[in-house]
Structure formats: C-alpha cells, structure tokens
C-alpha cells in the first residue's frame, strides 16, 4: 500500500503554514561554503610557504618511480640474520618500553582520577605532568636518553617507556574515573578502608580495560620501534636508514616487508587477545 | 540446602577459583619469560641506568636555563635569543600538520568507501585499497620522510608529502570503520528509489558520517603536530633540525627553550581539538 500522495493544493497550505520546513538551509550552507574555503585557503597558504612546486613535485615523483623500479625484487644481500636479529631488538624494545610505561603509569593513574584522589589541586599537578612527558615525541626521548646510557637499544627502550608513561597514565586515570562507583561504595559501606576501596571496588573492574589498552599501545610501539633507530637508539631502523642513504632499495624493500609482515602478526595475536580481555565485558 | 549440596557448591567454588588461580599464574609465567627475552633482545641493562641516572638529572639540570628573578627580562631574552627564527619554524611545523593532515584526510576520505564492507564496489577493490591503505599506515611517516627525501629533495614539501600518506592509511581505516557502522536503511531506500553510487554515498552515507570524520582528522591533526616537529631530523622540515642540531652539539639552552616551545604548542593544539571534537560530537547526542 502506498502512502497517498498530497495534491498541489495541500502542498501549498503546508508551505504556507510551516515556511520554515520548506526554505531552503541558506545559513547552513553559507557556513559550510565558508568552512570549507577556509580550509582549502590555509591550505594555499601552507603550500606556497612550504615551497611546494608542480616542477620537484613531477621529478620527484618520476624519481620515486624509478626507485620502486629499483626496489624489486626484494632481497636480503646474505643479510638476513643480523636483520632477524635486528627486529628481534625491535621488538624486545617495544616489550620492554611498553611493560615499563605500565607499571610506571598503573600507580600514577589512581593518583590521577578524580574518584581516588578527590584533591583537585594534587590531580591536576599529576594530569598536567603526564601532558608534559606525553608532548615530547619518542625520538625525542630517544636522544635524551642517549646522552645517559649511551647508543643501542637500551635508550629506545626508555625512550619508549618514557613517552607511553604519558599516554598511558591518561589513558588509565580516564578508565578509573568511568568506572561505576557502586562496588567501591559497597566496600566502604562494609567497613573496607580507602585502600581496599581502590583493590576490590575499583581494580577489579578496570583492569581488562586496562591490559586491553597496554595490548594497544603495544602495536603501536611496533611501530614506534621500528624508527627509533634513526637516532641511533637500536633496532631495525638503524638498517633502514643506513640503507637508504647508501641507496640500497631492493634491501629496504625486503625491511620493508619484514616489518610489515611483523606489524600484521602482532596486530593479529594483539587483536585476539584484546577481544578475549574485553569481549565479555563489553559485548 | 542439604549439607552434601552445600559440599558440592563449594567444591566447585574452590575449583573455580582454583582454575583462575593456575590461568593468572600461567599468564604471570609467560610475561616473565617473554620479559626476560625482550630484556636480552634489548640489552637492558638496570645497573647502567642506576649508575647513570644522575645523568639525566644532571642533564635535565643542564639544560635548564639560568632565570634569576632579578633580571628575568634579561634572561628570558637571552635563553629566547632566537625566537623569530624558532617561531617561524614552529610555524612551518604546525602548517606542515595542517597541509598534511588535510591531503590525508582528502586521500582516506576517497579511499574509505572503497575499503567499507557495506558500500564497497567490489570483493577485489576492497581488497587491494584495503592493503593500499595497510601499507601507508605500517610504513612509519619518518621512514617515508627518509625515501622522500632522497627523491625530491630536502625541504618542508617533504615532510607534507610524507605525512599526507602515512595519515591517508591511517584515516582510510577510521574512516571506513564509520562507515561500516553506519544505519543501512538511508542507502537501502535510497537504492531502491533508484539512486546512483555518487548520489547514495551523498545522501545517505555522508549526513551519518561526516561529525565522526571530523573528530578523527582533529585527532590525527594532533598527532602530526607531534611528527612534524620530529621531521626535521631527517632534513624533512621544520624545527625538528634546530632540535637535533641543539641536542647533538650540546646548546643546552636552546635545548629547552626549543623543547619547551613544542611542548606548549602540542599541549594547546590538544586542548584546542578536544574541545572542538566534544563540541562536535556533543551536539549531535
């Protein structure tokens, strides 16, 4: 059955009495059209002041070109074990900055979430501390820490830990503060102290939520991992940038890939155990 | 309830908690192991850092500049000795964010509803952007900076170029994992009214997409705002250079003032797009 369809007068009485619903949305759309100049304005903007040319642009594309010519096939060049070995280091870095960042992060969360500390000026101090470490990018980290343990791996590894402790005492003091309320209140109301309030009203509840983000940033830091070697901090990157300096593109090719194929499998192994942590809660 | 009954539920009690018990221990056994092989991987070494630690709060100290109330104008000046070049490059970095965040977001908008499940093309098509998509997201954007820099040169285009690709993987994904959530009873009336893919992904599509869009480019905006800063140590643009050239040769000054500079600018950009994204994703619910 169709609905019955208004005739041309009934149209008219209904855009004579509600002319609102039939105007067409001018404001929105000028805002819109404006947004959207604006954006692509700046965009201009940033184009020319960053010397950006059709003529490098076109060159460096045809160079590029060749270059993925010269990327095939990958190969190893009788490399291949230090390579292993080398992302082996990758990821023994993220494992390490990643389980530090945690158990850095996991005491100073509760410090930072509203429901545990209610002292607004002692979470704000702490809030704001993590935003300091979180702002300093991982290379960063990287050639500070250098200067105290020397080059290798060891400084990407803190450098890792550094830089996650920020983000995850964010991410951990946001969990603490949505959890629900009522279990720690039942604890306090059976007498617990404000200790076990924090042990089994609050750890309890957060702490899949917690691992599954550690999982995360681990991926993550797979990633992160992979580069901090262009300072000189360990791992796969080193290679990397040594090889493309020298030019030597079918041996970045098969990095590449390496990493690639490593960034899948942990992404794959992460992905499972993240959803086997939260799969009951959330689902 | 009868005494064996109540023996029952407790031996089951018991063996629950039993079994959560040997799972808890079993998981603790596997991460000290996997510790303790990342630990040799990495060549920790915790005797190095303690003897070193004092170190890094030496260094930390080092860097700190010499503010004395007495001449706090004199000294700002002096510890701020090059601002109009360190501002004009904080000012290439944020633009390197924004030209690349905007190329990224351009590309992985394109790229999205090809790589959605619900209004892909085609298995094929999917599949290869999807990839395409991997790819750029994997490839770490210092590294494409590294390649790039060889074939155009050195400069700032570098870096745009650089994390314009690295931000179309990573927004591509978002950005079709929106529209795979999407409510499909738009796009089904809309097809069956006999409307074309273009006219579809307007109409029905895009009104239920676009706020969470948004909110995902403000929050890779961020994020490149961080990784422009860092660019420049591979001669990809803006202050990064300056950084490192301050670090390496030991200006312990301009360490921090520069360090200090990114980590205001980064900590107001994240201000700024969290109060747009809840003001954008606020007013919708």
Same mark, same amino acid.
């Given at each position: !059955?169709?609905?019955?369809?208004?005739?041309?007068?009934?149209?008219?009485?209904?855009?004579?009495?509600?002319?609102?619903?039939?105007?067409?949305?001018?404001?929105?759309?000028?805002?819109?059209?404006?947004?959207?100049?604006?954006? $692509?304005?700046?965009?201009?903007?940033?184009?020319? =002041?960053?010397?950006?040319?059709?003529?490098?642009?076109?060159?460096?594309?045809?160079?590029?070109?060749?270059?993925?010519?010269?990327?095939?096939?990958?190969? *190893? /060049?009788?490399?291949?074990?230090?390579?292993?070995?080398?992302?082996?280091?990758?990821?023994?870095?993220?494992?390490?900055?990643?389980?530090?960042?945690?158990?850095?992060?996991?005491?100073?969360? %509760?410090?930072?979430? =509203?429901?545990?500390?209610?002292?607004? %000026?002692?979470?704000?101090?702490?809030?704001?501390?993590?935003?300091?470490?979180?702002?300093?990018?991982?290379?960063?980290?990287?050639?500070?820490?250098?200067?105290?343990?020397?080059? /290798?791996?060891?400084?990407? *590894?803190?450098?890792?830990?550094?830089?996650?402790?920020?983000?995850?005492?964010?991410?951990?003091?946001?969990?603490?503060?949505?959890?629900?309320?009522?279990?720690?209140?039942?604890?306090?109301?059976?007498?617990?102290?404000?200790?076990?309030?924090?042990?089994?009203?609050?750890?309890?509840?957060?702490?899949?939520?917690?691992?599954?983000?550690?999982?995360?940033?681990?991926? &993550?830091?797979?990633?992160?991992?992979?580069?901090?070697?262009?300072?000189?901090?360990?791992?796969?990157?080193?290679?990397?940038?040594?090889?493309?300096?020298?030019?030597?593109?079918?041996?970045?090719?098969?990095?590449?890939?390496?990493?690639?194929?490593?960034?899948?499998?942990?992404?794959?192994? &992460?992905?499972?155990?993240?959803?086997?942590?939260?799969?009951?809660?959330?689902? | 309830?009868?005494?064996?009954?109540?023996?029952?539920?407790?031996?089951?009690?018991?063996?629950?908690?039993?079994?959560?018990?040997?799972?808890?221990?079993?998981?603790?056994?596997?991460?000290?192991?996997?510790?303790?092989?990342?630990?040799?991987?990495?060549?920790?070494?915790?005797?190095?850092?303690?003897?070193?630690?004092?170190?890094?709060?030496?260094?930390?100290?080092?860097?700190?500049?010499?503010?004395?109330?007495?001449?706090?104008?004199?000294?700002?000046?002096?510890?701020?000795?090059?601002?109009?070049?360190?501002?004009?490059?904080?000012?290439?970095?944020?633009? !390197?964010?924004?030209?690349?965040?905007?190329?990224?977001?351009?590309?992985?908008?394109?790229?999205?509803?090809?790589?959605?499940?619900?209004?892909?093309?085609?298995?094929?098509?999917?599949?290869?952007? =999807?990839?395409?998509?991997?790819?750029?997201?994997?490839?770490?954007?210092?590294?494409?900076?590294?390649?790039?820099?060889?074939?155009?040169?050195? /400069?700032? !285009?570098?870096?745009?170029?650089?994390?314009?690709?690295? &931000?179309?993987?990573?927004?591509?994904?978002?950005?079709?994992?929106?529209?795979?959530?999407?409510?499909?009873?738009?796009?089904?009336?809309?097809?069956?009214?006999?409307?074309?893919?273009?006219?579809?992904?307007?109409?029905?599509?895009?009104?239920?997409?676009?706020?969470? %869009?948004?909110?995902? /480019?403000?929050?890779?905006?961020?994020?490149?705002?961080?990784?422009?800063? $860092?660019?420049?140590?591979?001669?990809?643009?803006?202050?990064?250079?300056?950084?490192?050239?301050?670090?390496?040769?030991?200006?312990?000054?301009?360490?921090?003032?520069?360090?200090?500079?990114?980590?205001?600018?980064?900590?107001?950009?994240?201000?700024?797009?969290?109060?747009?994204?809840?003001?954008?994703?606020?007013?919708?619910?």
């Amino acid at each position: !059955m169709s609905p019955p369809t208004p005739s041309p007068a009934e149209i008219a009485a209904l855009r004579q009495r509600y002319p609102e619903c039939f105007r067409p949305a001018r404001r929105a759309h000028v805002l819109a059209g404006l947004a959207v100049a604006g954006l $692509v304005a700046l965009a201009a903007y940033a184009m020319v =002041r960053l010397d950006f040319s059709a003529a490098r642009l076109l060159a460096g594309l045809g160079r590029l070109g060749e270059f993925s010519l010269l990327m095939l096939p990958p190969e *190893a /060049g009788g490399r291949g074990w230090v390579f292993l070995h080398a992302l082996a280091e990758t990821l023994g870095i993220a494992f390490i900055g990643t389980l530090a960042a945690a158990c850095l992060a996991f005491p100073v969360a %509760f410090l930072a979430a =509203r429901n545990v500390v209610p002292n607004p %000026f002692a979470h704000f101090a702490v809030r704001r501390g993590l935003d300091v470490v979180r702002s300093v990018d991982v290379l960063i980290w990287a050639l500070i820490w250098i200067n105290v343990v020397g080059l /290798g791996p060891f400084a990407g *590894a803190l450098a890792i830990a550094c830089s996650d402790f920020g983000a995850l005492g964010k991410l951990f003091s946001e969990a603490v503060e949505t959890v629900d309320g009522k279990a720690g209140e039942g604890v306090s109301a059976s007498g617990g102290a404000e200790l076990h309030r924090i042990r089994f009203g609050i750890v309890p509840a957060v702490l899949p939520v917690l691992g599954s983000q550690v999982l995360y940033l681990f991926e &993550s830091n797979t990633r992160s991992a992979t580069i901090i070697g262009i300072v000189g901090a360990g791992g796969i990157g080193q290679y990397l940038t040594e090889l493309i300096r020298v030019l030597e593109l079918r041996q970045v090719a098969f990095l590449i890939l390496m990493i690639l194929v490593t960034v899948a499998g942990i992404d794959a192994v &992460s992905g499972r155990l993240r959803r086997a942590l939260i799969g009951g809660a959330a689902r | 309830m009868s005494p064996d009954r109540a023996a029952a539920l407790a031996g089951a009690y018991d063996g629950a908690a039993a079994a959560t018990r040997r799972r808890a221990w079993l998981g603790l056994a596997v991460l000290v192991v996997l510790t303790a092989l990342a630990a040799r991987a990495a060549e920790v070494r915790p005797w190095l850092l303690a003897a070193n630690l004092g170190k890094f709060t030496a260094y930390i100290a080092q860097i700190l500049p010499p503010l004395t109330l007495g001449h706090l104008r004199g000294d700002l000046a002096e510890w701020y000795w090059g601002w109009p070049k360190w501002l004009a490059l904080l000012g290439e970095t944020l633009l !390197m964010a924004y030209l690349g965040t905007l190329l990224g977001a351009v590309g992985g908008f394109l790229l999205c509803f090809s790589a959605a499940a619900n209004v892909t093309q085609g298995r094929t098509v999917r599949f290869l952007v =999807r990839r395409g998509l991997e790819f750029g997201r994997t490839v770490p954007e210092i590294v494409f900076a590294l390649i790039f820099v060889i074939a155009f040169g050195l /400069g700032p !285009m570098v870096g745009v170029l650089a994390i314009a690709i690295h &931000s179309t993987g990573a927004l591509g994904k978002l950005f079709s994992e929106v529209v795979e959530n999407i409510d499909m009873k738009p796009v089904e009336s809309l097809t069956a009214a006999g409307a074309g893919r273009i006219e579809i992904l307007r109409f029905a599509v895009l009104p239920q997409v676009l706020s969470n %869009f948004v909110s995902y /480019g403000l929050l890779r905006f961020e994020i490149n705002v961080r990784g422009a800063g $860092v660019m420049g140590f591979v001669g990809a643009g803006g202050i990064g250079q300056e950084l490192l050239v301050a670090i390496r040769n030991f200006y312990y000054a301009d360490v921090s003032a520069i360090l200090v500079l990114v980590m205001l600018t980064v900590m107001a950009i994240d201000l700024g797009t969290e109060r747009l994204r809840h003001r954008l994703l606020g007013g919708l619910r």
